[in-house]
């Protein structure tokens, strides 16, 4: 069955890539599994992803160097990276991995629970702001005269009331968050946009 979240799994082991999806098996998501980090960067030339699953450690192109041009690409640079890294080095791969603009990492052989967690987090943001664009793309209609009258009234506070969820998972993952400065670069970016939107929000509807 094919869900509307997908997360992209990239690690040249098949076992990892089979092992990532049969963890997040009972989650809402569909996992698309890659095997090198050219395969992955193709692969997001045209497909939306709410996260991807990065091994550090891959031939041909490590995890270190996808992870810079992911970032450096506008279209996927606020897709959030989690590595995947190797218990024995996972100190200075986790660093490392926080400079190119990861924000979280998990070390293999994984604990499932610890996995299905860090994800559920990601995977709820990505739901919450796609029913955002949702919502916008409504209320823009309903501005523009396609809707009838007083709906417009009704999207704004629904939009509003959806606004203050996203507000509130960027504050509790903020509060998770446990890395270096630099690990909470796509939470800036992340705050930074509902904080445009809320101004934006308050503009059109104030006092609401």
Same mark, same amino acid.
């Given at each position: 069955?094919?869900?509307?979240?997908?997360?992209?799994?990239?690690?040249?082991?098949?076992?990892?890539?089979?092992?990532?999806?049969?963890?997040?098996?009972?989650?809402?998501?569909?996992?698309?599994?890659?095997?090198?980090?050219?395969?992955?960067?193709?692969?997001?030339?045209?497909?939306?992803?709410?996260?991807?699953?990065?091994?550090?450690?891959?031939?041909?192109?490590? @995890?270190?160097?996808?992870?810079?041009?992911?970032?450096?690409?506008?279209?996927?640079?606020?897709?959030?990276?989690?590595?995947?890294?190797?218990?024995?080095?996972?100190?200075?791969?986790?660093?490392?991995?926080?400079?190119?603009?990861?924000?979280?990492?998990?070390?293999?052989?994984?604990?499932?629970?610890?996995?299905?967690?860090?994800?559920?987090?990601?995977?709820?943001?990505?739901?919450?702001?796609?029913?955002?664009?949702?919502?916008?793309?409504?209320?823009?209609?309903?501005?523009?005269?396609?809707?009838?009258? @007083?709906?417009?009234?009704?999207?704004?506070?629904?939009?509003?009331?959806?606004?203050?969820?996203?507000?509130?998972?960027?504050?509790?993952?903020?509060?998770?968050?446990? @890395?270096?400065?630099?690990?909470?670069?796509?939470?800036?970016?992340?705050?930074?946009?509902?904080?445009?939107?809320?101004?934006?929000?308050?503009?059109?509807?104030?006092?609401?």
């Amino acid at each position: 069955m094919t869900h509307a979240t997908r997360i992209l799994a990239v690690d040249d082991r098949e076992e990892n890539l089979v092992a990532v999806a049969a963890v997040l098996d009972v989650l809402p998501v569909e996992v698309v599994p890659v095997s090198s980090g050219p395969a992955a960067l193709k692969q997001l030339l045209n497909d939306e992803f709410a996260l991807i699953l990065l091994d550090v450690v891959m031939p041909e192109m490590d @995890g270190f160097e996808v992870a810079g041009r992911i970032k450096s690409r506008p279209r996927t640079r606020d897709i959030p990276i989690i590595f995947l890294t190797a218990a024995g080095s996972a100190d200075e791969q986790v660093y490392r991995g926080y400079q190119v603009g990861a924000v979280d990492y998990v070390t293999k052989p994984f604990d499932p629970w610890l996995l299905r967690a860090k994800v559920s987090v990601f995977v709820e943001l990505h739901r919450r702001h796609m029913r955002l664009r949702r919502q916008a793309e409504l209320l823009r209609r309903a501005v523009s005269g396609d809707a009838q009258a @007083g709906e417009g009234d009704r999207l704004l506070r629904s939009l509003g009331d959806r606004l203050a969820r996203v507000e509130d998972d960027v504050a509790r993952l903020r509060s998770r968050r446990a @890395g270096p400065p630099a690990a909470d670069d796509d939470l800036d970016r992340l705050e930074s946009h509902v904080g445009d939107l809320r101004e934006a929000l308050d503009a059109l509807f104030p006092g609401g």
